[in-house]
């Protein structure tokens, strides 16, 4: 049996040695499982399933496509509430090293969460980001095709981010399958397999006191009214940090910072 996939039941298991460099999965720390839940639930209808990794991990759905994960795991690995994208490697440890020796560190992991390794990192400007190395979710190929979530970096030099990421995550190299990376205006816009993935744009700023103008990952899903939005997370503990016709920048109730964006902007 090769790496690539395995059977489960009557379907494909995907991992990581087939599908890498790719955003493959968005993930949220938080503290309060049952309050989590019930923000989510509120604000952008998310029904919730168990996870095989265990009583503090749920796996949101929309239409019965999975969307997002949370971890109740803030507290106990002393980490912020926070929305994280996670990036498929075929080598944890390696992808690890190749981040520490370019400038950047090493928050958590790699830890093994069966059915793969995880860790959290943050680039040179000081931006989250996770890898996973392993099987993707038994419906990870329904994920990608309904592209509930779109991530961006907002980071201080686009190129130059591009340029760190890419050699972690072998971004634009001669592996086959690789992601491509597209310089388009002042933006740098990573696809895969044909699909826009990801964008990468610059003008953050470290030292800013507003999150939104410091380096991060922002974490966006798609929505059908970005104003129902707002309301809901304002009425459940929540609050609004910038509203457009098309998006809306929230904050959960715990903190989170994430963006919902009107379908028709996709």
Known sequence: MNHDTKPFGTAEVISTHSVF????????????????????????????RRNRLGDRFRIALVDDVPVAGIAAV??????????TPYFAVPDADEAVSRARERGGTAAVGPLS????RAALLADRDGATFGIWEGEL???????????????????????DAAIFYGEILDWASDR??????HYEGDEVVLRSQGDIVARIQSGALGSAPDPTIRPHWQVHFAVSDVATCARAAERHGGSVLR?????????DQDGAQFTVTSRRAR
Do not use: N
Request: aromatic share 14%.
């Open 21 to 48: 460099g790719a955003p493959c999965w968005v993930s949220l720390t938080s503290r309060d499982l049952d309050a989590t839940q019930d923000f989510y639930s509120a604000v952008l209808g998310w029904k919730w």
């Open 243 to 251: 509203m457009a016709a098309d998006e809306a920048i929230l904050r």
């Open 176 to 181: 086959q399958g690789c992601c491509e990376v």
């Open 74 to 83: 803030a507290a106990m690995w002393q980490m912020a509430v926070a929305w």
């Open 113 to 116: 969460l069966p059915p793969g």
């Open 137 to 159: 979710m038994g419906a990870w190929e329904s994920w990608r095709r309904a592209a509930p979530t779109f991530i961006r970096l907002h980071t201080r030099d686009a190129f």
